[in-house]
């Protein structure tokens, strides 16, 4: 069972572009999200990351929308760049249960010029 | 500082051999968690270790397992190779357990014939 949906599973941008992925979540224990970049060949690199007691974060051209009672929450890209292509995940964790962090399948983005 | 090292980078293996993984942490870190990477099932989390205790473990069958050592350098074996443990293995550090955030190696490329 997917504790976290991601959607959608690819995504096409114009450079310059908005780049939205969405996750969904029914745990209401989970109280850390953090989303991770993943180039071929490599780990995932932490990104940006939110808790449920903001609606939003931004750091540079990356932004968290999180929506507690739709259980939701998504990542925005903006002016996509080229060297965004990649793979991005978005996870959830409950409080005071390890570090046992529930991934979503995955957005492979391409940004093209 | 240095990252999160894992050794080797890849693997070749038959069915029915075993194999055993390294992980070396980020200086400072306690907490070390397994995750398996495939196409098709995403990140699953395999276990995580803390202070050379065991905190965590994913669904996966007992061929897996794991140890820390007390300079928190982690293992994971798997035993009795089937075609299916085909995968990448990534390991993940943190400073300490329970929501914290996670730095990932590079991964190992297990490939078994």
């Known amino acids: 069972q997917q504790q976290v949906k991601q959607s959608p599973q690819s995504l096409i941008v114009q450079k310059g572009g908005i780049s939205i992925i969405n996750c969904a979540y029914e745990n209401t224990a989970f109280d850390y999200f953090p989303w991770y970049q993943q180039f071929p060949g490599k780990g995932p690199a932490l990104l940006i990351a939110?808790?449920?007691?903001?609606s939003e974060k931004k750091e540079g051209r990356f932004t968290i929308s999180f929506n507690k009672s739709a259980k939701q929450f998504s990542l925005h890209i903006m002016d996509s760049q080229p060297g965004d292509s990649a793979t991005y995940f978005c996870?959830?964790?409950?409080?005071?249960?390890?570090?046992?962090?529930?991934f979503g399948t995955g957005t492979s983005l391409t940004v093209i010029p | 500082k240095a990252g999160v090292t894992q050794t080797p980078r890849y693997l070749i293996k038959t069915r029915g051999q075993q194999v055993t993984l390294s992980c070396s942490p980020i200086s400072g870190h306690r907490s070390v968690s397994w995750y398996q990477q495939t196409p098709g099932q995403g990140l699953q989390f395999l276990f995580e270790y803390f202070s050379e205790t065991q905190r965590n473990k994913g669904n996966f069958p007992g061929r897996f397992s794991g140890r820390q050592f007390s300079n928190s350098r982690s293992e994971m074996n798997v035993s009795t190779l089937e075609l299916g443990d085909s995968a990448l293995y990534l390991c993940?550090?943190?400073?300490?357990?329970?929501?914290?955030?996670?730095?990932f190696g590079p991964g190992t490329r297990l490939t078994v014939l």
């Open positions: 939110i808790r449920p007691d903001v």
């Open positions: 996870a959830a964790i409950p409080s005071n249960t390890g570090n046992q962090f529930y």
């Open positions: 993940a550090s943190s400073f300490s357990s329970g929501g914290d955030t996670q730095y």
